[in-house]
Structure formats: structure tokens, C-alpha cells
Nanobody, 127 residues
């Protein structure tokens, strides 16, 4: 069992920046592919970004490419999502997820690839 705890959400002005963190206590963090998803009100949970176990590979949704950056620090058992120039459309609850499978590039955007989920953190972008 992997416990994931997100933090860093809140209210941010459009064009500003915000960094989300997801802590995963335990010695096996470096074995997991990590991902970020988000769910806006009335919509399905959607893929945002994913990062491989070592951090050497990443994948982004087209809607955030060039604005958001996923990174990880395996020594701190933490994955981050740096959100730059957020837009109102980025308002959502953001979820951290962990996958015990193999890095498969395109398929890492699918929710079913992930085994563990955090409780989510709300991000609200003001216009």
C-alpha cells in the first residue's frame, strides 16, 4: 500500500505560478511511476503529467505542455507539479497517482495504469 499526500493547492492568480507537492512516505517511492491528474467540476478526471521512476522520462497533456513541469526527488519521496502561467481552465482538484507498472509512454495518460491515488488538492485560478 502506498499513501500519497498532496499539498500546495490554493488560490492563484492567472499568469502567476503554483507548485504542488505529493509526498509518499516509504522506501519504495523510487520504484513507482508518478502522475498528476485533475478533475474539474462536472468533468471526468483527466491526465496532466507523468514521470518515470528515475525522472528521465516525462509525458504531458497537450493542454499544459510548456506551462507545467513535473519533477521528482526520490531522496525526499516527493513528486512536484510546477504550474506556470495557470489559466482559469486549470481550476480543478489535482490528484497525485502512483503506478507500479512499466513506463509505457503514451499509455501513462490512462487512469487505469495507476494503482494508488491521493485525496486531491484544490487549485483555483482567478481570472
Amino acid at each position: 500500500q502506498v499513501q500519497l499526500v498532496e499539498s500546495g493547492g490554493g488560490l492563484v492568480q492567472g499568469g502567476g505560478s503554483l507548485r504542488l507537492s505529493c509526498a509518499a512516505p516509504g522506501r519504495t517511492f523510487s520504484r513507482y511511476i508518478m502522475g498528476w491528474f485533475r478533475q474539474a467540476a462536472g468533468k471526468e478526471r483527466a491526465f496532466v503529467a507523468a514521470i518515470s521512476e528515475s525522472g528521465g522520462s516525462t509525458r504531458y497533456a497537450d493542454s499544459v505542455k510548456g506551462r507545467f513541469t513535473i519533477s521528482r526527488d526520490n531522496a525526499k519521496n516527493t513528486v512536484y507539479l510546477q504550474m506556470n502561467t495557470p489559466e482559469h481552465e486549470d481550476t480543478a482538484v489535482y490528484y497525485c497517482a502512483a503506478s507500479a507498472g512499466l513506463w509505457t509512454g503514451l499509455l501513462m495518460s490512462r487512469r487505469e495504469r495507476y494503482d494508488y491515488w491521493g485525496q486531491g488538492t484544490q487549485v483555483t485560478v482567478s481570472s
